[in-house]
């Protein structure tokens, strides 16, 4: 065996970086950084590890790259392309110059329909890119699950597949030809070459044709090694895919750069084949009594042809039917008590195309005496829910609370299908013998269960267990013969046993192959081959430690602060650009530090002693948390549901502890008391010359910051309760509590008025709490929470006579009815008050929806007159309980009902107010709401519940925009 001498590297310090950081800035067109603040966001991805880099590249062009390549040569300095971070593996974390291409190389640059392929740059996440392709018919093949955030750079150096594997395989069938850069900095383009073509490259003066010359002889002394060593599964992803260049009828290194983690090129852009897009999809929900039978009915299930074929097992299943608002769509699918179930999958022109298929799936079971059950799922709202509640038990899983975690060791290996179900069950003596844990999901079909142990990082027996699970997973995948790595790329976790597993051999040609591209060891050195220790560079290991902070809010069922932060794992679902609400301030800004992701790491390292602990309450934590808009999207939508808007609230309780209240903040926290003080009548009439003339909206712009660009709402000369009051109205119907917000009482009364008058015409009774009872949602997101519990408590006092009547409290602003059912029980943890009454409140649409279900609204006579409604729902609502009664309750009187997709309109209560957030606002809005609102025409009704939604929409549109009770009212016949 030759022996290969390793490249060292020169030290690099504070002096060094500093002239390397010098001489590069004056050629960049992009950005550089080197700040410590910025190095901890990018220490993390996805995975278990933590490497801190020497600096962050946010390149603005390809010419970036070159120039940060050749210099860092010149330097020594390792570099790590990277690009959404959602690396499972450790690939994506190195003590290296980190390239993020995602905030400005993110271009679609062409698209051939005709030819069926894309040329994008390599910061382009594939949901975007996919949607650009939907009216062409077309997609890309792979669909990793983390779609959102996975860019296509990052997807061929991991060689990424998805679900639908069986009929797409991984990316090295779909890439056609890459520009990128060697370590050196020479550019280079890789395409399929014919003998000729590779033979000519060969002849070459310069690195290229190095590069060809040495890589030929590779091929030729060691062909016989890399064909006889490369595992045969057709998933295989360990080590480099030397075998795909065995053939010399037709070679394309682009495809040797697919699973290669950036230790051979830096890609700058990438031409990817693509695939049509299915018309028509139907799932068969297989039901087995046990995980055991599902997994040995896969092979029975493939005889069928299915595009794909997920389980999802009775672990994942009871969680989810204790989760909220997902109980009743598991109900339909989910018959029984079943210990797993086989999401099967089909494609077809038609429907019945699909419901031959799904005869012919149950005929075939039933031939075979497996499954007890098949639920048919053909509608696309059916199939939603299907993988909506997949995906949500996945989650609820994943988000376990305390230091037992479900972490990616050995959840990428593959078997042959028929080996499956024999190799989970030895998997499961082995972790049984370790007293381990374990979830199990994912890709059945491909013979890749994607099974994670819970392991305690922070405790030393548990690490050594992790080498001990490691290994004999390793194994046994060998023993069944299979791969360690199937999709999730080799990493440090994987990259470890790649000499145990595929032999010293193979590895020795790999050292070649990367010595031939990479002379020096620059690109992402120590991965992929000569791999640190998999229990070394932990993000949490053993020696992890968190500070001791005094706590505002109750954090006893996260076991703490400290654990409410660490409950990221930095799977980087908040760096999606395309859907849902999560998160608004990054899909505008691409910029890792406003995702809840990058505060998360900016607290851990904080509190871990990563950075200094001054720095909890110094600037460069507060920029990154500002952006922050407390949407609440991450407490629903991140796989780990963290609710970084309890955090951010927590924490600013510690920095104005620090660094003092300013007066804007207490003028925005106290503004319900304000609004009170000012009641209506000649206060009113006064206060609004003052907002409305200009030299108060120049000084308050300048000495308080609140923007003069910006109307702030006007008060109303009589408050909704001064209203209400001189009414006489006694009904004899059932009696709800009407809770009159501050918004809704003292600016728009008339949402109120709407509201009270709409129940009358129901028959109901209306009662309305003394206007002093206050939520406390301006307190809380200003985080002066010492004020703000005892609003709350105030709150409780006054409205817990409703509650022990038993009448519904109904409220109108979503963000402040529901502060009753989520942050109160934080700020008043133990009192059985507070947990009654956060069962008896409910939004206006929720309680429209539960008095149709009821059969109250049977007889109501509605307007015959169609409209069309565009809805947009607040943050809060749609995080915590959705959108879906307010769809509902909107359709009653025959309206066509459009839910928009459209994150956060970005007046966020007082943010959009704020000086110096005005203009990130206004992008907010830009982004769906404000051009889906100008694109409606004139006989389409806008409805939004958030009072702050309604006024970022006149503002942005001039459009006004109704809450559902006005609509509802005047709907009435």
């Known amino acids: ?200 490259r060969t002849r070459r003066d310069g690195p290229e044709g190095r590069l060809y010359r040495e890589l030929d002889a590779l091929l030729r002394e060691k062909g016989d090694i890399i064909a006889r060593d490369t595992p045969r599964h057709w998933r295989r992803n360990s080590g480099y895919r030397l075998e795909y260049l065995l053939d010399p009828a037709e070679r394309n290194l682009a495809q040797l750069l697919c699973g290669s983690e950036g230790t051979l090129a830096v890609v700058t852009e990438l031409t990817v084949k693509l695939v049509p897009r299915p018309k028509r999809t139907a799932l068969g929900v297989v039901h087995f009594h046990t995980r055991d039978e599902a997994l040995r009915a896969v092979t029975t299930i493939l005889e069928t042809e299915p595009s794909a074929v997920e389980l999802f097992d009775g672990v994942a299943i009871e969680a989810t039917r204790h989760a909220p608002g997902y109980a009743p769509l598991l109900a339909t699918f989910i018959q029984g008590d079943p210990g797993a179930v086989l999401i099967t999958e089909y494609f077809g022109e038609s429907e019945a195309e699909l419901v031959h298929r799904l005869d012919v799936l149950e005929a075939t079971l039933r031939r075979a005496g497996q499954g007890y059950a098949v639920v048919r799922a053909l509608q696309p709202e059916h199939i939603r829910n299907v993988w909506n509640v997949r995906s949500e038990g996945v989650g609820l899983v994943m988000g376990v609370k305390g230091d037992h975690k479900p972490i990616a060791l050995i959840e990428d290996a593959a078997v042959p299908v028929e080996h499956l179900a024999d190799y989970v069950a030895d998997l ?134 400290a654990r409410a932060v660490e409950q990221c794992n930095g799977n980087g679902a908040c760096r999606k650009l395309e859907s849902g609400v999560m998160c608004p301030s990054y899909m505008v800004t691409r910029d890792e530090r406003h995702t809840t992701r990058g505060r998360a790491n900016a607290l851990r390292s904080v509190m871990s002693g990563a950075l200094p602990v001054e720095e909890l309450t110094g600037e460069a934590l507060y920029e990154v948390m500002d952006l922050c808009v407390q949407c609440k999207g991450c407490k629903t939508e991140c796989p780990s549901n963290v609710d970084m808007a309890r955090i951010k609230a927590e924490w600013l309780a510690k920095y104005w502890e620090a660094n003092g209240v300013p007066l804007r903040v207490r003028l925005f926290a106290h503004q319900p008391r304000l609004a009170r003080w000012i009641g209506g009548g000649w206060k009113a009439q006064l206060a609004n010359f003052g907002l ?199 359709s009653l009187p025959g309206y066509t009902v459009e839910v928009l997709d459209t994150s956060c309109c970005g007046m966020a209560g007082a943010f959009g107010y704020e000086k110096e957030h005005v203009d990130i606002s206004l992008k907010m809005a830009e982004r769906r709401l404000a051009p889906a609102v100008r694109a409606a025409d004139d006989g389409t009704l806008i409805a939004a519940p958030g009072t702050s939604c309604r006024a970022q929409i006149q503002d942005t549109t001039g459009r006004r925009a109704l809450h559902p009770a006005e609509i509802l009212l005047e709907a009435l016949a």
């Not at 880099?53 to 010419?63: F, K, N, S, Y």
């Not at 390792?78 to 993110?106: C, K, M, W, Y």
């Not at 370790?434 to 013979?447: I, P, Q």
């Open 692 to 890: 409305r003339n200009p030299l108060v909206r120049w000084v308050m712009d300048r000495a308080l910051g609140i923007s003069a660009r910006r109307r702030l709402p006007a008060f109303a000369v009589e408050p909704f309760t001064h209203w209400f009051r001189r009414q006489q109205r006694t009904l004899e119907g059932p009696t709800v509590v009407l809770f009159a917000d501050t918004f809704n009482n003292y600016h728009h009364p008339e949402v109120a008025r709407a509201a009270t008058e709409f129940f009358w015409k129901l028959g109901l009774q209306v009662v309305v709490p003394d206007e002093r009872a206050c939520c406390g949602r301006p307190l809380i997101s200003k985080g002066l929470l010492s004020e703000a519990q005892q609003q709350v408590l105030d709150a409780v006092e006054r409205l817990h006579p409703y509650v022990e009547q038993g009448w519904p409290i109904v409220g109108l602003e979503p963000s402040c009815i529901l502060t009753f059912r989520d942050e109160l029980l934080a700020l008043l943890p133990g009192d059985p008050r507070a947990r009654a009454l956060a069962r008896s409140v409910f939004t206006f649409e929720e309680y429209v929806a539960r008095l149709a279900d009821e059969g109250r609204l049977d007889g109501v006579r509605w307007t015959e007159t169609p409209r069309r409604v565009l809805l947009h729902g607040h943050c809060h609502q749609k995080a915590l309980v959705g959108t879906q009664a307010a769809a509902r309750v909107l």
């Open 1 to 200: 065996m030759e022996t290969l001498v390793r490249p060292t590297r020169p030290i690099l310090s504070t002096e060094r970086l500093e002239e390397f950081a010098a001489r590069l800035r004056p050629r960049l067109r992009g950005s550089l950084c080197m700040d410590p603040m910025t190095r901890a966001l990018y220490a993390t991805d996805a995975s278990l590890y933590r490497m801190e880099p020497v600096g962050v590249l946010l390149p603005a062009h390809a010419d970036d790259v070159q120039a940060a390549l050749e210099l860092a040569q010149e330097f020594g300095i390792p570099v790590l392309p990277r690009g959404g971070g959602s690396s499972l593996a450790g690939q994506a974390v190195n003590e290296a110059l980190v390239i993020d291409f995602t905030p400005r190389l993110h271009r679609i640059l062409e698209i051939n329909a005709e030819e069926r392929w894309v040329r994008v740059e390599p910061g382009c996440p594939l949901e975007q890119l996919n949607r650009a392709l939907q009216p062409y018919g077309l997609m890309v093949g792979p669909d990793p699950a983390s779609g959102g955030r996975a860019t296509l750079g990052g997807m061929l150096a991991n060689n990424s597949t998805g679900a639908h594997s069986i009929l797409y395989g991984n990316m090295i069938r779909h890439v056609h030809a890459v520009e990128a850069l060697l370590a050196d900095g020479t550019p280079v383009h890789f395409e399929p070459l014919t003998a000729e073509a590779w033979a000519e």
């Open 428 to 561: 499961e003596r082995l972790l049984q013998e370790t007293n381990t844990r374990a979830v199990f999901y994912a890709h059945a079909s491909a013979g890749c269960l994607h099974i994670r142990p819970f392991i305690n990082t922070k405790d030393a027996r548990e690490v050594e267990k992790m080498r001990d699970i490691a290994v004999g997973s390793m194994e046994l995948v060998k023993k069944y013969g299979g791969v360690l790595s199937s999709e999730h790329g080799d990493g440090i976790v994987r990259g470890s046993l790649n000499e145990a597993f595929l032999g010293p051999e193979l590895c020795d040609v790999y050292r070649r192959l990367k010595q031939i591209f990479d002379p020096d060891g620059l690109l992402n050195p120590g991965r992929v081959i000569d791999t640190p220790p998999l229990t070394e560079n932990l993000r949490m290991g053993p020696t992890y430690h968190t500070i001791e902070l005094i706590e505002e809010l109750d954090w006893s069922e996260e076991g703490g602060f």
